[in-house]
């Protein structure tokens, strides 16, 4: 391997670990009683089974999601520079104040950087980044579609302030630069109950794929800070 290639592949490995310690911290801050008392007051009381639309043009993302979900958006301009490759939150109602870690759905965007060349390189990538991380545990790893794309699926899990959690990870590679990445985490006693709102959340996402192809590279990608 020539010193350029290990340079990128490291490159890119730590990007996909920032990537994965904002998301811990991020589901670590949503299991807080005062986050989880906002949600309350946020959360729709309308059916479970109605949805919304979330739309973020600049992105090219559009999703459904359940109407009563509350929604937590941390980027709507990719040309912004910012710390945070998290683009939005999905959080379910919790069933009271006292509901240790909500089901959450994260999207999040890596990109444009060219470092990022191809899903194949990027699930490498990612692999071997979650065999450096100590606290997570991959359960299956398999191929997938996002909006119709091909993707890579990982499920794997982790603990948390003492709360055991399982999560599934989706990502696709566009224009050979940049990384869409969905993300579902819940306790790992309610994982599969959950599941079924993340399958039709993560059916229902669109991409379009020139969106950001003109932003430029290295606006927004995350750092370990």
């Known amino acids: 391997m020539s010193v350029s290639k290990s340079k990128n592949r490291k490159i890119v490995t730590s990007l996909f670990l920032a990537l994965t310690i904002q998301l811990s911290i991020l589901s670590v801050g ?6 989880l008392t906002s949600i309350l007051q946020t959360a729709s009381a309308q ?12 992105f090219g993302l559009t999703m459904s999601y359940p109407s009563n979900w509350a929604v937590h958006e941390f980027r709507n301009d990719p040309a912004a520079p910012r710390n945070n490759s998290i683009v939005v939150a999905f959080n379910s109602q919790p069933e009271d104040e006292n509901d240790k870690f909500v089901q959450s759905v994260y999207l999040m965007v890596q990109g444009p950087n060219d470092n990022i060349k191809s899903l194949e390189q990027y699930t490498a990538d990612s692999l071997k980044a979650f065999g450096n991380l100590t606290n997570a545990k991959i359960e299956e790893t398999g191929k997938d579609t996002l909006a119709g794309l091909p993707a890579t699926q990982i499920v794997f899990t982790t603990t948390l302030q003492g709360v055991n959690q399982k999560k599934m990870q989706v990502f696709t590679v566009i224009n050979n630069s940049t990384a869409y990445v969905a993300t579902f985490a819940a306790e790992a006693s309610e994982y599969n109950d959950s599941l079924p709102d993340f399958e039709k959340m993560i059916n229902s996402i669109k991409i379009d794929r020139a969106a950001i192809e003109n932003v430029a590279e290295n606006q927004n990608q995350p750092t370990n800070s």
């Open 30 to 35: 949503f299991s807080h009683g005062s986050v």
């Open 47 to 58: 059916a479970d089974d109605a949805v919304k639309p979330y739309e973020n043009k600049k």
